[in-house]
Nanobody, 123 residues
Framework: QVQLVESGGGLVQAGGSLRLSCAAS????????MGWFRQAPGKRREFVAA????????WYADSVKGRFTISRDNAKNTVYLQMNSLKPEDAAVYYC????????????????WGQGTQVTVSS
């Protein structure tokens, strides 16, 4: 089992950048595929990005491709989401998720979740 704690959210102007962090504890972080999801008010939670544990391959939602970058530091048990060129429509609560599945393209069914961090983008 793994526990996840997100940080790094806040208020940023459109066009700005933020880096979210997700610290993991309780299990072997390096053997988990890690994902980021987000949920805006009144909307369903949606997939943002993920990184596979076996080869560090990544995949992204079309809406963030080219602007967001997911990465991980296994020595620090942390996964990051670098968000550039932020838009008002990126505003949401961002959640970190983890799963032992070694499946490229995994966008649902993650087993473990953090509590979320709020990202607000002003226009």
């Amino acid at each position: 089992q793994v526990q996840l704690v997100e940080s790094g959210g806040g208020l940023v102007q459109a066009g700005g950048s933020l880096r979210l962090s997700c610290a993991a504890s309780g299990s072997t972080f390096s053997r988990y595929t890690m994902g980021w999801f987000r949920q805006a008010p009144g909307k369903r939670r949606e997939f943002v990005a993920a990184i596979r544990w076996s080869d560090d391959s990544t995949w992204y939602a079309d809406s963030v491709k080219g602007r967001f970058t997911i990465s991980r530091d296994n020595a620090k048990n942390t996964v990051y989401l670098q968000m550039n060129s932020l838009k008002p429509e990126d505003a949401a609560v961002y959640y970190c998720a983890a799963d032992r599945a070694d499946i490229w393209g995994l966008r649902a069914g993650y087993s473990y979740w953090g509590q979320g961090t709020q990202v607000t983008v002003s226009s």
